[in-house]
């Protein structure tokens, strides 16, 4: 997707519609970023194979690969 220089990804994911960044490690719930400052930890997605990152205060960047968090993001989940 193209974004504008210096958005976070998870301003890309709700400009663009995206329904939710991560889902819950117990009932799988899907959840989506809600304070955008880092606080609510709702925003967590695996960004350049790294889980856990806080979408909202991350910005993108040129071929960055972006992936919805399922559970705690451990890789053997
Ligand atoms: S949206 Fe709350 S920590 Fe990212």
Redesign the pocket.
């Given at each position: 997707m193209r974004v504008p220089a210096g958005e976070s990804v998870?301003a890309a994911v709700l400009v663009h519609a995206l329904d939710h960044t991560r889902t819950t490690p117990v009932s799988h719930a899907p959840r989506a970023?809600?304070?955008?400052?880092?606080?609510?930890?709702?925003?967590v997605m695996e960004i350049d194979g790294i889980a856990n990152r806080?979408?909202?205060?991350v910005p993108v960047a040129e071929g960055m690969q972006i992936r919805r968090q399922h559970g705690t993001g451990r890789i053997d989940e």
């Open positions: 998870a970023p809600f304070c955008m400052m880092g606080v609510c930890f709702e925003c806080q979408a909202c205060l």
